[in-house]
């Protein structure tokens, strides 16, 4: 059983828009979460980490962490044709003491 | 700082030949990863160092050994290659094993086994 889902997508925006990402997790226990971004071909980049339940903000990148609903969701202001790629969602499973990746949402802005 | 390193980028191996990835990082991180991404199947864990000296196994760790060299390198090592190990390999590195600090890869390895 996955334990940090995401829809595959894609999901497509137009420029500019708001684009909205977002991921289940099934660890209650889970205190930390990660977003990355990944393009074609490419390997993972770090792109915002959330320890606390609410908002944080980076630039056009906002997390929200909500752990009572158990999901976590990354919003891209502005969205720009350089944003499409891959984001994955990962989160630390408190039982197998690692990090667990969901499969990634494949994002496409659209000029 | 060049971050994660790793090589090589591309290879191709056939049934039950041996071969090394290497990883080196130059962050002075404690902790390194291995692990390897196949469609639809997300990035999953092959096994990981804490800190130097030590190995545990990760999610999907038969077929693979691993050996922390020291604190900046980590080697992942294929002793008879199966078609199944064809995926994509990357190596990641934090500042601690406590996965509350954020991981950071390399470039990735594409592994092919025919």
């Known amino acids: 059983q996955k334990e940090v889902e995401q829809n595959s997508g894609p999901l497509s925006v137009p420029e500019g828009a708001i684009a909205s990402l977002n991921c289940t997790y099934s660890?209650?226990?889970?205190?930390?979460f990660f977003w990355y971004r990944q393009y074609s071909g490419k390997s993972p980049e770090l792109i915002m980490s959330?320890?606390?339940?609410g908002d944080k903000e980076d630039g056009r990148f906002t997390a929200q962490l909500n752990k009572a609903s158990q999901y976590v969701s990354l919003l891209i202001r502005d969205s720009q044709p350089s944003d499409s790629a891959t984001y994955l969602c990962a989160g630390y499973d408190t039982g197998r003491r690692a990090l667990t990746f969901g499969s990634g949402t494949r994002l496409q802005v659209q000029p | 700082n060049a971050g994660v390193t790793q090589t090589p980028k591309f290879q191709v191996l056939k049934t039950g030949q041996s071969m090394t990835l290497q990883c080196a990082q130059d962050?002075?991180?404690?902790?390194m990863y291995w692990y390897r991404q196949d469609p639809g199947m997300g990035l999953r864990l092959i096994y990981y160092s804490a800190s130097e000296g030590t190995t545990d196994k990760g999610e999907v760790p038969n077929g693979y050994n691993v050996s922390r060299l020291n604190k900046r390198e980590f080697s992942l090592r294929l002793e008879s290659a199966a078609p199944s190990q064809t995926s994509v390999y990357f190596c990641?590195?934090?500042?601690?094993?406590?996965?509350?600090?954020?991981?950071?890869f390399g470039p990735g390895t594409r592994l092919t086994v025919t």
């Open positions: 990641a590195s934090s500042e601690s094993g406590g996965f509350s600090y954020e991981q950071y």
């Open positions: 660890d209650r226990g889970s205190q930390s």
């Open positions: 959330i320890y606390s339940n």
């Open positions: 962050m002075n991180h404690n902790s």
